[in-house]
């Protein structure tokens, strides 16, 4: 059965306080966007968030995610990123604004033939086999992908302003819904001084997330929200 919106989770990482190199893993950037599963079938793509919503509506611009591979039918892993100034921005994703692009970095199932249990390397070939080098209109890129050296690409990753690296284990399945020892995440840590100016409740009612802003120009300017 193939797999099916609504019915699948994207796999998750565990977390790492510090950078480390290894032979025995392959390192990517972490995202600083929205987790997203895209199920392709065939002239339609529907991108379900990862608490199973299809958030088709809220991102109409990925609906043609499908006319970046080659293939009929298919399930990616990725994030959606909002991208100003040449870099992706998460204040910019959730304002809607700058450019939507789907960095895809793993692949779930291809025309009916499930991937799951199949190795890392055998999965990013796939993926890579899949994507077209010539895109319609890049909204689809692949996360690059750098083997041993994740101490260098984390501090590549903090002077561009990214969230962090992930560190995929070598021959690892992927196991959806799990936060599995196979992937490992080291955040970037960043600081700032801020005041707490409002707040939002959250759907049952309780406390949802506070409002933060600083001193700018001699006025309070907002800069995001926190849990």
Known sequence: MPLRPGEVRPMLARAAPFPFDSPRHLFEPK???YRCLAFVDGEVTHPQG?????ITAEFPDLGGLHRHLRARQAVVDGEIT???GGRPSFWALQARSGRLIFVAFDILELEGCELLDRPLEE????LEEVVRKDPPD???VLSPVI????RELFG??????LEGVVAKERGSPYLPGQRSRHWIKVKVRRTAD???VGYRLAPGGGLGSLALAVPRDGEWQVVGHVG
Request: one cysteine or more; glycine letters at 12%.
């Open 194 to 196: 801020c005041v707490i």
């Open 147 to 150: 083997p041993e050296k994740g």
């Open 82 to 84: 909002a991208w100003e």
């Open 138 to 140: 890049g909204r689809l």
């Open 31 to 33: 995202w600083d966007g």
């Open 50 to 54: 990862r608490n199973l919503r299809d």
């Open 156 to 161: 590549q990753a903090a002077r561009l302003g």
């Open 123 to 126: 999965r990013r070939k796939a």
